[in-house]
């Protein structure tokens, strides 16, 4: 059974930083694109970043967000730099089973999610 379970959001004040991380479970997906979507209330769960061979990130989180992998731990990171009052949000993990997906950039290439992890940046 794939899991994915991320860990490392929270709590904290505008220009600050989170390290979120997630780890899978159940089988490898070194080969496969990882990444994040965040969903904000009231509105719809929005891609983040992703990363497979190469990285794509959301216009709104270029320059500020960086996603990273560790192929061996199954884990994907995404540091979050001068996080805005904006960028609150429920964070999920995101993955597809198909090698031969370039990016998750649309959920239509998502095969697993995590459960999330709540972004809280105060003002």
């Known amino acids: 059974q794939v899991q994915l379970v991320e860990s490392g959001g929270g709590l904290v004040q505008a220009g600050g930083s989170l390290r979120l991380s997630c780890a899978a479970s159940g089988r490898s997906f070194s080969r496969n694109s990882m990444g994040w979507f965040r969903q904000a209330p009231g509105k719809e769960r929005e891609f983040v970043a992703s990363i497979r061979w190469s990285t794509y990130y959301a216009d709104s989180v270029k320059g500020r967000f960086t996603i990273s992998r560790d192929n061996a731990k199954n884990t994907v990171y995404l540091q979050m730099n001068s996080l805005k009052p904006e960028d609150t949000a429920v964070y999920y993990c995101?993955?597809?089973?198909?090698?031969?997906?370039?990016?998750?950039?649309?959920?239509?290439?998502?095969?697993?999610w995590g459960q999330g992890t709540q972004v809280t940046v105060s003002s």
């Open positions: 995101a993955a597809s089973g198909k090698e031969t997906v370039l990016t998750i950039a649309t959920m239509a290439n998502v095969d697993y």
